[in-house]
């Protein structure tokens, strides 16, 4: 673990700024799913509402990519 964070440590601000995001948003997604609350995003400039179903399988899957 601790080299792990080392190798983060050397990355540019902007590569550990958009780590620390991607984790957050990943932390939130399970947070929600967990508590089975919806959860809100911007889809093409729009403000969308996610069942709390939808936020289950975006818990379960790799959600990453569905929301950058």
Same mark, same amino acid.
């Given at each position: 673990?601790?080299?792990?964070?080392?190798?983060?440590e050397?990355?540019?601000?902007?590569q550990?700024?958009?780590?620390?995001?991607r984790?957050a948003?990943?932390?939130?997604?399970?947070?929600?799913?967990?508590?089975g609350?919806?959860l809100?995003?911007?889809?093409?400039?729009? +403000?969308?509402?996610l069942?709390?179903r939808?936020?289950?399988? +975006?818990?379960?899957?790799?959600?990453?990519?569905?929301?950058?």
């Amino acid at each position: 673990m601790k080299r792990e964070h080392k190798r983060v440590e050397r990355l540019p601000l902007q590569q550990r700024a958009e780590l620390a995001l991607r984790e957050a948003v990943d932390e939130v997604i399970s947070e929600h799913a967990r508590l089975g609350l919806p959860l809100f995003v911007g889809k093409n400039g729009r +403000l969308v509402k996610l069942s709390p179903r939808k936020v289950r399988d +975006l818990s379960r899957s790799n959600h990453r990519k569905r929301l950058f």
